[in-house]
């Protein structure tokens, strides 16, 4: 039966090529973590925050891997932060250039 699944995947067929894809690769599946931290507002809340995600790490309250995956929320949140930063930067300059225009 499995040999008839992989023929008729390699043929084409694609829900054979799913199902022996799910065999070969479970697929993953996070958990739900719960992780008690401040709320973060501004670039100021960010180190706080990576400790929280280090000490709970440490503990064993979460996985490394856990852990990595808060840490990378926290810098998409600092790319945010800055980007906002700069736009409102850039407005400001904008709007002094015109005025002095």
Same mark, same amino acid.
């Given at each position: ?6 023929? $008729? ?7 054979? $090529? ?5 065999? $070969? ?19 100021? %809340? $960010? ?15 979460? =996985? ?17 932060? %800055? ?16 005025? =002095? =225009?």
């Amino acid at each position: 039966m499995t040999r008839k699944a992989v023929e $008729l995947a390699l043929e084409g067929n694609t829900a054979a $090529l799913r199902m022996c894809l799910d065999r $070969l690769m479970v697929p993953r599946r996070d958990r739900a973590v719960a992780l008690a931290m401040q709320q973060v507002r501004d670039a100021g %809340d $960010l180190a706080p925050a990576m400790a929280a995600i280090m000490t709970a790490a440490g503990r064993g309250e979460i =996985s490394p891997g856990e852990g990595l995956g808060y840490a990378r929320l926290v810098d998409v949140l600092l790319k945010a932060i %800055d980007a906002h930063g700069f736009e409102q930067r850039l407005q400001e300059l904008e709007k002094r250039t015109a005025a =002095s =225009s």
